[in-house]
């Protein structure tokens, strides 16, 4: 049995590092259940899935935090969002021919950058860290990221498969150490010799016991000499923002003219959400059914 679509939290009792292991069944499986991506391009996003909600998990942000990695390349887009409650979704977007073996996200990109944003709900606080892609994986990538924004020495693990995605975390917080100078050292001395320690365990792990083990029984492969305390995991799942209401808006914004004109030139109206794939269509009933509703009175109507 797979603990599937859980985020597990750890804490090593005895020195300041904590950690996150994540792992997406269904919730994955969804998120690309409507999209044919060949295998070199879902590789990428499953792991840029899991990294998003471990990195979710270590922030708080009460609206959207959105991954985005855009460059010239092959691969010209990625995007994945997280919510504070853990439901994520994303998308990859891809042209001309595509390498046949698995290349770095830099090179699959052409060089280009990662952004991370955090949004509040109300998109009134907005955070936003841009670096560019630098190493061979996307773990790579993300460390270079908490290095930079953070601050915070972290270390990923991330591997994905058709079936399913994970990802293991771990970083080192501030030991808050305080005394003399030559105790502040000797802490922080000790403090590198645990980070080394637990990273060096976690560097053993193979993607296939990352995508494999049951959560309990990978921790306590790496780290069964430590003392660790696991909380009780968080749900993971897929859910898209994309609804009726929402694609009225989109229409009301064109304005009644534009779509007016979409409709005579294709006999209806379809908009089809990026994430999901689901397509909303309109005909003309349901386009005169809109733009009544947008203005009751018959007024003028104004572009929403």
Not at 47 to 56: G, R, S
Not at 256 to 269: A, M, W
């Amino acid at each position: 049995m797979h603990d599937g679509d859980i985020l597990r939290r750890f804490v090593f009792d005895h020195f300041p590092v904590r950690g996150y292991l994540v792992r997406l069944d269904a919730s994955w499986r969804a998120l690309i259940e409507h999209h044919s991506y060949p295998d070199v391009i879902r590789a990428p996003l499953g792991e840029a899935v899991a990294a998003t909600t471990l990195l979710a998990a270590t922030v708080k942000f009460d609206g959207r935090l959105t991954l985005q990695v855009q460059g010239p390349g092959p691969m010209h887009l990625l995007v994945v969002q997280a919510t504070p409650g853990l439901a994520v979704r994303g998308v990859a977007r891809w042209r001309g021919e595509l390498p046949l073996a698995p290349l770095s996200v830099a090179a699959l990109s052409g060089g280009g950058q990662m952004t991370v944003t955090v949004e509040s709900e109300d998109h009134r606080n907005r955070y936003q860290g841009i670096v560019p892609l630098q190493g061979e994986t996307l773990a790579q990538c993300f460390e270079a990221y908490f290095s930079q924004s953070e601050q915070l020495p972290t270390r990923l693990w991330l591997a994905s498969t058709g079936e399913r995605a994970a990802g293991l975390l771990l970083q080192r917080l501030p030991s808050g150490a305080s005394g003399s100078a030559a105790e502040i050292e000797h802490s922080a001395a000790e403090g590198d010799e645990d980070w080394n320690r637990v990273a060096h365990l976690a560097a053993t792990l193979s993607d296939a016991e990352l995508i494999e083990l049951p959560a309990d029984e990978l921790l306590h492969r790496l780290f069964h000499e430590e003392d660790i305390r696991v909380f009780e995991p968080a749900p993971v799942y897929f859910q898209c923002t994309c609804s009726r209401d929402r694609v009225n808006g989109i229409l009301r914004s064109l304005g009644e003219p534009e779509v007016r004109d979409i409709l005579k030139e294709r006999g209806d109206v379809e908009v089809r959400c990026e994430f999901c794939n689901r397509a909303w269509q309109y005909d003309a009933v349901d386009v005169g059914a809109l733009f009544a509703a947008a203005d009751p009175l018959g007024g003028p109507r104004a572009v929403q």
